[in-house]
């Protein structure tokens, strides 16, 4: 590869900076007199002249050369010729001090340094037609490779709609393409999708609300706000209803390019067609997804759980918590049950968040005040519940004083919702159940699939049912009369309706069948264990 082949910085337009370094402008010693801080400027073109008035020639991005022939003798026309090259925006001015100046002039520098453009000085001969060649070679070829990283993300977001990818999918592509944070809110800057890229939730969405509110809205992409976002409006059916916002790099690296418009605008075009195919609002989505984390502790960090619920309006310091689970039976399905008990909870003054965790199952996540009691607001959704289904079942977990530890009280209500069968009477003061209502029976109920159950209950009966099967009998009945009256032979003689003397006789048959002694209290509990596993999983 010949030296002066021009290497493209990916993604950007060569910058001051980068033309100086190539090998074709490094051969004649660049010493950058003024405007060091400004080499960043990015340089559109290269322009040779020797012309007393170059300005008229420029559009703005152009790398100046010049010999200094044409420099004016005087300071007020050096002043002049500084003055139109900066007010026409040219990036820099190159002169070579071989033929007329072997030292820039003092009125060139002052004047160059006080209009902040970057002046350069060569100290050797450099051909000026090879380094436009150059440069220009690899303004050509950035520009080509702009076009087809274009043409690159178009085809992406297309092939995302056409398969009808989700809000999240969409958000997530936006992320990767431009390596930037990006957030979809909607219109009350609640953060409902969180990208992160080079950064955590946590740093994307702490203090959310009020960062987004710092920043105008526009009806167009735009930079701004006080942390200099990337933004871009997305409409449904002609109005706004949320944006999208860009963040700017971690390390506060360069500023956003003609592509990151480009994947902010494909991204808002998708966002809008995503939400004409799916018709789950936005907002029951993003609850839905944070509770998920929270219930299965899918969350990157306990501090990025908090930010992503503060961004969704859920309050996060000096609040209690506690989960609550709603399985609303068969036949209620949509996102009306979410939006009742949403409601329900607004008009109460509670913040919450409210979504489906599972199919037929809605998890509830209130944030209540240090001194408020939770019971009356478990009290009060299960009556909405109630009422949107008479079958319906609400299960509550503990409380907790941190929303990293509400995890706990999910798997707690989840325990109670698996070890409540069908048809469970309700408490007399209260329509939930909660973790001590799981007696011996729902607890059996709840490993009823579990293999060790089936087999410790076929262990310790089975001799005895198959006798029944056989002979017809029923001592089954009068085992189970036997265990329930505690080892009270003459109780459990008169709920079965026989004599003592039939009552010994059959419990002597008993011990006999299963091998075990019934005055041992160790074996009558095991029995009774066993007895109640055959009921749960007879009923079930």
Not at 109 to 114: I, N, P
């Amino acid at each position: 590869m010949n030296e002066n082949d021009p290497q493209a910085p990916a993604g950007r337009a060569p910058t001051v900076a980068d033309v100086l370094a190539l090998p074709v402008l490094a051969a004649g010693q660049p010493q950058v007199v003024t405007g060091l801080p400004n080499l960043d400027r990015p340089v559109r073109w290269v322009h040779i002249t020797e012309l007393t008035d170059p300005a008229s020639f420029l559009k703005g991005g152009e790398l100046v050369l010049t010999t200094g022939m044409p420099l004016p003798e005087d300071a007020a026309g050096v002043r002049r010729y500084v003055d139109e090259l900066t007010e026409v925006g040219a990036a820099a001015l190159v002169i070579e001090l071989v033929r007329r100046y072997h030292r820039p002039p003092d009125a060139l520098v002052q004047a160059c340094r006080a209009r902040g453009l970057p002046l350069v000085t060569l100290a050797r001969d450099v051909n000026f037609l090879e380094v436009t060649q150059v440069v220009h070679a690899l303004i050509l070829g950035n520009q080509a490779e702009a076009m087809r990283r274009t043409q690159r993300i178009h085809e992406a977001f297309t092939a995302l709609t056409l398969r009808g990818a989700g809000p999240e999918d969409v958000v997530r592509a936006a992320a990767e393409m431009s390596g930037r944070t990006v957030v979809l809110e909607n219109l009350a800057h609640q953060a409902l999708i969180c990208e992160p890229s080079g950064s955590t939730v946590q740093d994307a969405l702490t203090g959310w609300e009020q960062r987004s509110r710092a920043t105008e809205p526009g009806d167009h992409t735009e930079v701004g706000g006080p942390e200099g976002w990337l933004t871009a409006p997305v409409s449904y059916q002609g109005e706004r209803w949320g944006r999208l916002a860009m963040l700017r790099a971690p390390d506060d690296g360069p500023a956003f390019g003609p592509e990151h418009v480009t994947v902010l605008e494909r991204t808002a075009m998708a966002l809008t067609v995503a939400r004409l195919i799916h018709a789950t609002p936005w907002e029951h989505t993003a609850h839905r997804n944070a509770l998920r984390e929270l219930a299965e502790q899918r969350h990157h960090s306990p501090a990025d759980a908090r930010a992503r619920c503060a961004a969704l309006g859920l309050p996060t310091e000096d609040s209690r918590y506690v989960a609550l689970l709603v399985d609303l039976g068969p036949g209620v399905s949509g996102t009306e049950p979410e939006s009742r008990l949403h409601r329900e909870l607004r008009s109460a003054g509670i913040p919450a968040l409210v979504g489906e965790i599972s199919p037929g199952r809605l998890g509830v996540l209130p944030a209540l005040r240090a001194a408020q009691p939770w019971r009356p607001v478990a009290e009060r959704l299960s009556r909405t519940a109630l009422g949107l289904s008479p079958e319906a079942l609400v299960s509550v977990g503990s409380e907790v004083a941190d929303l990293a530890d509400i995890t706990r009280s999910f798997r707690e209500a989840a325990r109670v919702i698996e070890a409540t069968p069908p048809g469970q009477p309700l408490p007399p003061d209260r329509s939930f159940h909660e973790l001590p209502d799981i007696d011996l029976r729902r607890l059996l109920y709840a490993l009823r699939e579990d293999t060790r159950i089936q087999d410790y209950t076929e262990r310790r009966l089975g001799r005895l049912i198959d006798h029944d099967t056989r002979h017809g009998t029923d001592l089954m009945t009068t085992l189970g009369h036997y265990l329930d009256a505690a080892g009270n032979k003459t109780t459990a003689a008169r709920r079965g309706g026989l004599s003592r003397e039939t009552m010994y006789q059959r419990l002597r048959t008993i011990e006999r069948l299963l091998d075990t002694d019934l005055e041992s209290g160790e074996r009558r509990t095991e029995l009774h264990v066993a007895l109640t596993a055959l009921r749960v999983l007879r009923d079930g």
